[in-house]
């Protein structure tokens, strides 16, 4: 059983900056695969990173070396740092790990990248 709670989305300007955290409610917290998503409604989502429990990453296209993933195991958090943030960028993010079944999913936060 595991529960994801998202913290840290946010309007920004074009160029700026945002950390997402989510907070992780689980035991076994540290073997667990961990992932951010994004998503426009009625669109396809876009991977943004994995982390694995070893610290290995992984990163979707989208990324371009903007954003780094990190994992707290101590504290159960993992954070999504986005630096260069564009109008593209906006959407919802979501923390996810597939190492569970069913996938959870957190609630989601809101990223808008506008002027």
């Known amino acids: 059983q595991v529960q994801l709670v998202e913290s840290g989305g946010g309007p920004v300007q074009p160029g700026g900056s945002l950390s997402p955290s989510c907070a992780a409610s689980a035991d076994n917290f540290e073997i667990l695969p961990m992932n951010w998503y994004r998503q426009v409604p009625g669109k396809d989502q876009e991977l943004g990173a994995t982390?694995?429990?070893?610290?290995?990453?992984l990163y979707g296209s989208i990324v371009r070396d903007r954003f780094t993933i990190h994992r707290d195991n101590t504290k159960r958090t993992v954070s999504l740092q986005m630096n260069s943030l564009e109008p593209a960028d906006t959407a919802v993010y979501y923390c996810?790990?597939?190492?569970?079944?069913?996938?959870?999913w957190g609630q989601g936060v809101q990223v808008t990248v506008s002027s």
């Open positions: 996810i790990t597939v190492g569970t079944v069913p996938p959870c």
């Open positions: 982390i694995f429990f070893n610290n290995g990453t």
